[in-house]
């Protein structure tokens, strides 16, 4: 019993020493006039360690914020899971925020709209110092960006509109195009409001049909992986989009798996995309 025991003991703590860990931070932007949290991942060994690591963002959904793929999809130990098996190379995952759940009354979304210029700040802001504090090596070859509906569609677009900053974009479920914004109680543009028309504004489906020769070519400088439930309701324009991508010759694949646009999906999904972007990195 005793030497039971003590094998448990040894076993618990190879996992531990395995196991990398989560630290919030926050930044102070000068863009938004607002402080903007995020969560970091931190492979194990981190902090004995002077290496530079490919980054990866990974980013949210409406209504959910920086927290939301540690506390409900499992990131940490999946990552941790993936390292440790050698499917995914060693990496800082940065999860910034960019919203919450009162969508009419806290901004949500990835892209510039009226008081509110987010991917200026994302570039500009977040990326750059998130980078240096954390070792990240900071060049398209080892950056990668990932998220879910309104991340998979920011992630998306961030590689449309930067095809200079990224090696792969992996998009899960994602909310790519948007008709007009709705207003609210007697005409009022509340936040959701702009979000909508931001998503109309930075429509992926219109960026590809719009894009000449030069863009296509940078495009084609990247990988890419949209993932989708063929229960979700947004698979309509993610096969519209993944066929814009063949069309124009893009190095694309296209996944539909049995789900719904939820967090199991989104968690299996994981799995999926963090070996996906270690395959690009470098390349």
Avoid at 48 to 68: C, E, F, I, N, W
Avoid at 82 to 91: C, N, R
């Amino acid at each position: 019993m005793k030497k039971t025991i003590a094998l448990m003991a040894l076993v618990l703590c190879a996992i531990a020493a395995q196991a990398g860990r989560i630290v919030t931070d926050s930044i102070r932007s000068k863009v938004l006039g607002a402080t903007v949290k995020y969560n970091v991942y931190l492979p194990s060994g981190f902090e004995r360690s002077q290496d530079k690591l490919p980054v990866v963002y990974l980013l949210h959904g409406l209504t959910d914020t920086y927290t939301a793929w540690d506390q409900k999809g499992g990131m940490r130990e999946i990552t941790d899971e993936l390292i440790g098996s050698g499917e995914a190379v060693p990496m800082v995952i940065i999860m910034p925020n960019a919203g919450g759940p009162d969508v009419n009354n806290t901004w949500n979304g990835y892209f510039n709209m009226p008081g509110w210029a987010y991917e200026d700040f994302f570039f500009t802001e977040l990326m750059p110092t998130v980078e240096a504090k954390y070792r990240g090596i900071g060049d398209k070859a080892h950056r990668a960006v990932m998220g879910l509906s309104m991340g998979g569609g920011g992630s998306v677009v961030y590689c449309q509109r930067h095809p200079d900053k990224f090696s792969s974009c992996y998009a899960m479920s994602p909310w790519l195009n948007s008709g007009s914004g709705r207003p609210g109680v007697n005409g009022e543009k509340t936040k959701m409001y702009y979000t909508t028309e931001a998503v109309k504004d930075h429509s992926a489906l219109a960026f590809m049909d719009q894009a000449d020769d030069a863009t296509k070519a940078q495009l084609q400088t990247l990988k890419w992986f949209l993932d989708c439930g063929d229960d979700d309701m947004l698979i309509g324009d993610t096969f519209e989009l993944y066929k814009k991508m063949r069309l124009s010759r893009l190095n694309a694949e296209f996944r539909v798996r049995n789900g719904a646009h939820n967090w199991e999906y989104w968690r299996a999904a994981l799995r999926l995309s963090l070996p996906f972007a270690s395959r690009n990195f470098g390349k």
